[in-house]
């Protein structure tokens, strides 16, 4: 999953190569954090939260799939 979530973001960003995505597990879910450069956070984010809510559901499915839960932080 993790690498579902760099596809994603170095696919919208200009700059793809500060691009970095950490994992932490807690209690019963999975927590990546996503990182990315000052001038792309808005890409990532998109108009409204858009785009950051469609990766987070896409995550999310693929979590299901998996069989575990799995939040995605943007910051």
């Known amino acids: ?36 450069a000052e001038s792309d956070m808005g890409r990532v984010i998109g108009k409204e939260g858009r785009i950051a809510n469609a990766m987070r559901t896409l995550l999310k499915v693929a979590a299901i799939r998996k069989g575990t839960r799995a939040v995605l932080e943007i910051g």
């Open 1 to 36: 999953m993790k690498d579902l979530i760099e596809y994603m973001a170095r696919a919208i960003v200009e700059y793809p190569d500060e691009v970095v995505v950490t994992e932490e597990e807690e209690e019963d879910q999975i927590v990546y954090h996503l990182r990315v």
